[in-house]
Every structure is written in C-alpha cells, then in structure tokens.
C-alpha cells in the first residue's frame, strides 16, 4: 500500500515539473501577417528588353511563426528572335505551396526570413512559330508552326530571404530551381520559354525573384522559445537520483 | 535605425549582385543537321562494316558534289530535301555508280532555345529504290532521322 502511494507521489511529482518546465519556456509575440507581394525584376527587364514581360505577384498567410501558404499568379508575353526563327509565347501562370523560415523566432521576429518555399506550377500559354529557315544541302527551306494552346506544369524549391525594411514593407530575393513536369508539346516543340517556368526545354530551369512585399498583420502568436540546455537536463536527473539515492541511503542506514 | 537598415541590405544585395550574374546569352554546341546516316557492309552471309576505298555522292539536278572521290567515309552522311517527300542520289562505291531514291516524312523538331529548329524525317515503308550496279542490298535500321549519331540505313556492297 505505501509502495503504491510512494509511487503516485512520485509520478505527481514528475508530472508537476514537467508542467512547470513547460511554463517557463520563454516565449515572444510574433505577428502573423498576410503578405502581398510583387515581383519587380520582371517590370525592370522589360524595361530594357521589350521582347520579355513578366509580370508576377503572390499573397501568402502566415500559419505560424514558421510556415505560410502562397499562392502566386502572373503574366508572360515573350518574343524571341534568333538567326532563323522567331518565336511567340504568351500566356498566365499559378503557383501554389507553402514557405518554410527557417529563423529561430527570436531571430526572425516576424520581420525577417531565411528559407525555403516549395510549390507546385500550372501555366496555360500559348505558342508559335511564325517564321523559320533551315538552309542545308538542298537549299533554304522555310516554315512555320501555328499558334496552339498547351497546359505546362511544374514543382519548384525557391530558398531566398526577406527583411522588413520600412514598417510593414518588406524586400526580398529567392532562388527558383524548377523541375518540368509536362509541357503538353510534345518533345519535338518543345516552348523555348513558357509562362512561370522559364526555358521549356530544358528539364531543369533556375530563376531568380526580387520581391516588394506588404505585410499586413492580423493576429499575434507567443511563440515558444525552446532553449538547449543540456545541463539543465541533466541536473533535474541528478536531482531525481540523488532522491532515489537519499531514500535509498535512508534504507540501508 | 542605422544598423537595421545595415542588416536588411546585407540580406538583399548579395540577391541583387546574383541577380545580374545569372543574366548570361547562351550559344548552340549540338549538331543541327539531321543527316541519313548510312553505313557500308560487305559479304551479305556474314556482313563486315567496311568503308569503300571510293565514294562519290551527291544529288540528282544538285550541281554541289557531297563526298567527291572520299577514301575511308563510314558513315556517309546524307542530307534529305526537307521541302519535298522524296529525294535521289548519285553514289559512286569503288568507281561503279548506282542510284537511290528515298521517301519520307519531315517534320520541324526544336533543338534548343540557342541552335532553333531543325527538320527530322521519317522514312517511308517503301523506303527507297535503288540500281544494283555496286549495291547488293540496301537494310533499315532506324527510321528516323535525327541530329543524333544513329546508323539508319546499311548498305551492303
């Protein structure tokens, strides 16, 4: 009977510092935002080439301190010209998935953010060829490929890092590695460039973004600071041996 | 203020200076040129890839001569007519003449983005006709026609 008492005492005991442990974890507000950004190297190269248009932009929603889904559109126009042929692609783009910052919250304070996004891809675009030549053996030959309408999909990893530079403005860069799917085309026309994606021929396409963002707080968190301390661990044993130990002197004595 | 705005464009310039490096033009490494690809046989029980000591190739009504008198061609490369279903051959093996006619299908293929489009073809059923002066049999072994480095006929002499 007192064994069995000693021993819910015991696990009352366990149960309360565990508990009290768990209290005195520090924790520090965070604000969840919804994020609407614009991508804004797009604009600026077409600025200088006015055969490329990409115009993109997304919005994302904090779930918490270290995720958010996104949601990303955007619109391509694109010329291209080369010594024989000429080709057209225009068309929209979705991007869907979720951002992983990987800041400890003291570092990132809800301003700041080193990480990674994963998304899937779906573009719906349209492709020509208005003009070509192939000159061989038997002379020039010219031709042309009509205009069709094909679905593009594709998966994305974009790391890149974001900081709040004004209050609730936010500036940014990421790395877009995007892996083909399916182009819909065929593997004989294959797009040159398609809308999100990037140079259609080729399995593997890596871009870069530059990002305006504006955050748009809507509710705050306390987010757990969880703090190595090994020491600390390993005193709370010793504390529990040394009580076994005590008992277990108090015994034998 | 002064440290937050330090911070923040340490995170966005080093984006920025990757940003115009990554703006680099391309240029076309592969082969453009879909050729027939037609290697030589000699004896027909027990067929051995030889090259003629000779060959002499080139189109009918096409004045451009494509091997003239060329020792040791294996394979002979053999540019088709993308404008037309059909094209013929002067083929001089050893001295002795011979014609051969093909039949086929083109069709533009994009190369890359670099070296634009090019035509592939696929050879018609009945393939070619040919004299048989020189050539003894004319085999297929692929088809179609691509920029690839793949045998697509033999020619046994």
Redesign the interface.
Known sequence: MWRTFAYFINLLLFLICGLIQVNAQDTIPIPLKIKIGMEVSGPAIHYFDKNILNAEGYISVDLDEKRSVVFAAGYLNYKYNQYNYTYLNKGSFVRVGMDFNLLKPDKSLGKYYAGIGLRYGLSRFTSEVPSFEKTNYWGTTSSSIPKKTYWGHFIEVSPGVRAEIFKNFSMGWSISLRMLLYTGTGKDLKPVYFPGFGDGTKTISAGMNYYIVWNIPYKKIKAIMKKDVPEETDDTKDTGTTGNNQQGSGIRQ | MRKY?S??LL??LP??I??MI?CTAGSCFEET?SYLKASFYTGEVTPKITAPDTLTLY?LN?D?I?YNKSAKIQPALI?????TDS?TFIIKINGVTDTIKFQYSS????I???C?????HHLSDSVRTYTRHAIKNIFTSNMTITNLNVENIRIFY
Not at chain 2, 107 to 110: F, S
């Open positions: 705005i911070e923040s995170i966005i984006g920025f990757l940003f990554s040129e189109g096409n451009s494509i540019p088709l007519n993308s404008s094209c069709y533009p293929h994009l890359s983005k670099e634009g489009y090019t035509f592939y």
